[in-house]
């Protein structure tokens, strides 16, 4: 565990980031995830059918007396339409030949089906880029290129689990409904930092319902370009600032390195939120000087860090 934590914390103070690249059929495109999400990557196995449920949902798989359902990645990434050069090259490969990949983010712990997992490449988060428009949509939110300048397209997981698990984003509706107001300090503002549509809009309506003040930022850069036209009254109104960890251009770990090193803004309580919710992630982003760490989407989580913060 430690030995891990080290290794994310070493990259986190490089700016960098380290990609498990794997693809969908033989000498298809690129797709990848970053490492810290994965758990462990396992050979296909027969998974339970399950009836009247998401198509996209390939079945469950029992693994170490776990049960973990599997996301067939390929149908979730072309919705209802798979291209017929795809069905094809697909059908040819028998499934003892493919792979799933274990992933945990968000506190959920789901498989995904691909046909193999290639290799790891490490990056600098400036090296990792927006598209401007794919096939894929909203499915995926950034993408680099290989050593041999090959694109390799980042899946946004929170978006595929919004989109294949709607009972997910109902109970956090629920729970946004069930959050109580309290007093709130209206002097103040919270900073965001988060480059997921679906992240953003459950902390956005947690803010909203406690009404608290906030402004939001697509990624580290922009958040950091903001804090540093601010003059002294200004800094003084940031009460709280969250940051996700992904991002690009400037990660959330540069964010907390770059704050926590000026003495103008060293004071300004930090929160990493993060689909990246294991314990070692934790634990690493309180060796870099974060003052809390709550998962993605849970709006009791949320709440309860704004009420430690941002109460009057």
Known sequence: MNSEIDKKTNLAQNNQLELLCFRLIPDGVIFAVNVFKVRETVKYQPLTELPDVNSQIDGLLTLRHSIIPVVD??????STHVPAHLVAKDEAIPNENRQIIICEFNEVIIGIKIYKADYIVRRNWEDIMIPVTTEYGNKVNNYTKNDQGEIVYVVDVEQMLSDIFPQIEADIEREIE????????????????????VALK????????????YRSFVNGKLLLDHIAELDEAGLAQVG???????????SGF???KTLKANRLTQHIPIVVNSSMSGESNKEMASGLNAEDFMP????????????RYMSV
Do not use: H, N
Not at 73 to 78: A, P
Not at 178 to 188: I, K, L, N, Y
Not at 240 to 250: A, F, G, Q, R, S
Not at 296 to 307: E, F, L, S, W, Y
């Open 202 to 213: 459950a902390l956005e309506k947690v803010l909203k319902r406690i009404g608290v003040r």
């Open 240 to 250: 709280l600032i969250i940051t996700d960890l992904e991002m690009p251009v400037v």
């Open 178 to 197: 069930g959050v109580e107001g309290f007093s709130v300090d209206r002097s103040r503002v919270v900073l965001i930092a988060e480059d997921s549509a």
């Open 296 to 307: 993605k989407t849970r709006p009791d989580q949320i709440a309860t860090v704004i009420r």
């Open 254 to 256: 540069t964010v907390i």
């Open 73 to 78: 990645l390929r149908k979730w990434l072309y």
